[in-house]
């Protein structure tokens, strides 16, 4: 007997504080097919990131896993003004389709928005919006939404500096610059990850070689001249 994937979680809103029920993939089917150079994951039957954002069907208030869990008196406030007072009933705790998943993502950016909600948070939804416009193929929203999620990156990186932990960061932030087609931006983010001796991260090293050689050969065909760093065969 196949196994359903999908299971529920109880929540509690930060909001309302009412319970409510949200789907959830099982671990042992959230293995990708295939993930792009983005993160990007494709999957075989259900999609997670479909489920990510959760909606309290009560009150409105949309939040994720790493959203703010105790709201101030003020984001409470806000959203009530905002959203709150506007909702009307529905009910996201099941099957997702696509369409559903998008909607969700879009409300919990509004929410994200209106409360002040951590840029990081704000950022992810972002790039998850111009993942689901990826997956219908959309590349016009898609391009649009990599663009707000580049720009609310390089906010995080701001707010935060480069520390040993941001190899990530620093790589994203090169490879939604390339994305776009902002190579010579691409190139400075990926030479930073790839020549900062403080960063140890392996993966995000060899990654951003990799697309170093991608947008090397990007360029080439494009035509467009290589900054200095780039005149060499390789990144390293």
Partial sequence: MELEPLYQIKIVCPHCEQDFQTSRVRPSLKKAIRTDSDFCAYYKNENPDFYVVRVCPH??????????VQLSDQ?????????????????????????????????GLLC??????????????LQHIAWMYRYQGNEEQELRFLQFSLDSYIRVYELEGVGANNAKLLYLIGELHRRIGNFH??????????????????????????????LREQMLAKDISLPEEMQGASSS
């Fill in 112 to 125: 994200a928005q209106v409360i002040g909600e951590k840029e990081r948070v704000i950022s992810s939804l």
């Fill in 185 to 214: 931006e691409a190139v400075r983010w990926f030479s930073r990850v790839i020549n900062d001796k403080k960063i140890m991260d392996a993966a995000m090293i060899r990654a951003s070689r990799e697309q170093w050689a991608v």
């Fill in 75 to 107: 984001q409470n406030k806000l959203f009530k003004e905002k959203i709150g007072n506007r909702w009307q009933s529905r009910e996201y705790g099941g099957h997702r389709s696509w369409e559903d998943a998008l909607e969700t993502y879009k409300l």
């Fill in 59 to 68: 009150c409105g208030f949309t939040s994720t896993e790493h959203s703010t």
